[in-house]
């Protein structure tokens, strides 16, 4: 299992290293946009999860988490967001209604549950 989950990783950094890390691919003002950061963990073990798709709904924005489970999303509109996360061998997670203001920066930690 421990090798399985290893090349796992190592496939998701080979993906994740030739992704285009999105940021809001739009012009940006710096102090009109808002952003979101946080870490993606495992609910029982408490362990940063790598490879996790953050999505925000009704947009193309889509951002990973990094080998420490962190993820920062930039270039947001002031407005309420949802955001999707995936990830293989876990629940999908639906964070709602974060509310931005212009120029917030938002800090979550979302906890995933493991499909077993």
Do not use: H
Not at 28 to 38: F, L
Not at 71 to 85: E, M, Q, S
């Amino acid at each position: 299992m421990k090798k399985t989950i290893c090349i796992l990783l190592v496939v998701l950094s080979i993906v994740i290293s030739n992704t285009v890390w999105a940021t809001g691919d739009m012009p940006v003002a710096a102090s009109a946009k808002a952003s979101i950061t946080g870490k993606v963990v495992d609910n029982k073990t408490g362990e940063s999860l790598a490879g996790v798709a953050i999505s925000v709904e009704g947009t193309e924005v889509k951002v990973y988490s990094d080998m420490d489970g962190a993820f920062t999303i930039t270039g947001l509109d002031a407005g309420n967001y949802n955001l999707v996360l995936s990830l293989i061998s876990y629940k999908n997670s639906l964070v709602e209604n974060l509310k931005l203001q212009p120029s917030e920066k938002e800090v979550i930690d979302i906890k995933l549950n493991s499909i077993r």
